[in-house]
């Protein structure tokens, strides 16, 4: 096995490890809060995927624009923010989903137009069309250069939804994420745990986004590979008749 | 334990498992589909040499 | 650059002109979605009165983004594109034509659809000046961004575009239909924020498309 395949199982084994750790302590270790009861162990793991989705566009992002940027053109950056916005838009997939469970015993309803949660199902919506237009069959560097721009499209609109849909939503009435009642004092060995979430789920996005580079990477020289086995067979055949 | 809880914690485990086996078992195919690419290329060289 | 986005926007403008797919069947389709939206909320004139702001700028979207892979696809005839790049003409200049084409065109079928809505929902329309200068400003908004996307999926399946436009353009949809909101019930005072969230957006979306167009064009 080579250096790099081992660090990457490292890897993996250590976000599978840490991430039991954060199931432990969230569900068995930590204290039920105050107000909030039980309910409060969704704090270790809900926040954690809001931030992994946001680092992956991040890097989505930067990649899209090392690829633009015709010096640094490479196919790795292509393959990088792919692989990145997919595990991007899985883990807002996931943000949502915890979300919504926290919401439906928090505020009574699965979902609610509030301004966070419209924004965020925009923010997945950007990214489910980046990744749609990757699925479309087109040379190399034809998708290569448009998804990069759709990807910096999308990024730059994140900001820009976020404003409209808070203005939107608390022009006339408070947020409801943000009340007051619901407020968590975190300490002690539940910050411990929260920060152990953090690092956890990030070695898992480390390592999805490794695993799936990888894969892509083996898949476009194979395209190669049998794009030449099939020149050569249509060679050796017309020899053949010859 | 609040079901709430249970249900949030199992849907995370069972999608991040189902992702990163998909990834997996994915990676896996791509990457002995390549070795035997491979190695029949070499074969066709080889083949070639000798003629 | 000026000159090639006039020289752009009479062209596009003449071939509409010409070709009539604005008429013959963008305007019928767009009247297709309202009579939709009428059966969708049953008819009911006090709902569809509410609701017209928000009515009116989805079904405007669905125009936008017909006029706007219209505009595109045009190029694409013919590698009209390939020719007008391999000529070197202004990449930004051709991009403000198109733009411009697009919302005049858009802007006479917004006035044809607002009459149509004002009739059919019963609504009638107040504060003529600030709705039509926030359509003005709102069809930039998407146009720009959208000249863009349909660039990046040009030659690709047709139900792309919608899907990448419309999370972009969903705060210049928000705040144009946010202004309308208050420009028909006549509270001017209310409308103001809006229209300043409005100019910024488009302005960002203009600039943004400017500068990424020479881009598209490569890809």
């Known amino acids: 096995m080579s250096r790099n395949a081992k660090l990457k199982r490292g890897v993996g084994i250590t976000a599978l490890v840490m991430i039991a750790l954060t199931f432990w302590l969230g569900l068995y270790v930590t204290p039920p809060a105050e107000v909030m009861g039980n309910l409060v162990r969704m704090l270790y793991i809900h926040p954690p995927m809001a931030w992994i989705a946001y680092l992956a566009y991040g890097i989505t992002t930067a990649a899209s624009l090392l690829y633009l940027w015709k010096r640094t053109r490479r196919r790795e950056w292509d393959l990088i923010a792919a692989a990145s916005a997919e595990a991007g838009v899985f883990f807002t997939g996931l943000t949502i989903l915890t979300g919504s469970i926290w919401g439906r015993p928090a505020w009574g309803v699965w979902w609610t137009w509030d301004a966070l949660l419209t924004s965020t199902a925009v923010l997945f919506l950007l990214y489910l069309g980046y990744l749609a237009l990757r699925q479309v069959p087109m040379s190399e560097t034809k998708r290569g250069v448009r998804s990069a721009i759709a990807a910096l499209v999308a990024f730059i609109d994140v900001p820009i939804v976020h404003e409209s849909v808070y203005w939107w939503k608390t022009l006339h009435q408070t947020p409801s994420v943000l009340n007051p009642s619901l407020n968590v004092e975190v300490h002690g060995s539940m910050a411990w745990t929260l920060l152990l979430g953090f690092v956890a789920f990030t070695m898992a996005y480390v390592w999805m986004v490794w695993t799936r580079y990888e894969t892509s990477k083996r898949q476009a020289e194979l395209a190669d590979l049998e794009v030449e086995r099939a020149i050569r067979e249509r060679l050796s055949v017309e020899e053949v008749s010859l | 334990m609040n079901p709430y809880v249970e249900a949030g914690y199992t849907a995370v485990s069972c999608s991040l498992g189902g992702y990163a086996i998909f990834l997996g078992v994915r990676s896996r195919q791509v990457r002995l589909r390549l070795a035997q690419l491979r190695a029949s290329a070499q074969r066709a060289d080889g083949s070639l040499e000798d003629a | ?219």
């Open chain 3, 1 to 219: 650059m000026v000159r090639t986005a006039i020289a752009m926007a009479k062209k596009d403008l003449r071939l509409e002109w010409r070709a009539r797919v604005l008429i013959n069947q963008v305007l019928p389709f767009v009247f297709v979605v309202i009579i939709l939206f009428a059966f969708g909320f049953d008819a009911k004139v006090e709902i569809l009165g509410q609701v017209t702001p928000g009515l009116f700028w989805v079904t405007s979207f669905f125009g936008l983004e017909l006029a706007i892979a219209r505009s595109v696809g045009i190029e694409g005839e013919n590698q009209a594109q390939v020719g007008l790049v391999m000529m070197g003409v202004n990449p930004r200049g051709m991009f403000l034509g198109k733009v411009f084409a697009v919302v005049v065109e858009m802007l006479a079928l917004e006035a044809v659809l607002s009459v149509g809505i004002a009739v059919l929902f019963n609504t009638p329309l107040h504060e003529v000046p600030l709705l039509a200068l926030s359509a003005l400003i709102a069809d930039i908004g998407v146009t720009t961004v959208g000249i863009v996307l349909a660039g990046v999926t040009e030659g690709l399946s047709g139900s792309l575009l919608p899907l990448l436009l419309f999370p972009v353009v969903s705060p210049v949809l928000l705040s144009a239909t946010k202004v309308w909101q208050y420009g028909l019930s006549g509270s001017l005072a209310k409308a103001v924020p809006w229209s300043e969230l409005l100019v910024g957006f488009s302005l960002i979306y203009l600039v943004l498309g400017i500068l990424v167009y020479g881009v598209v064009l490569e890809g």
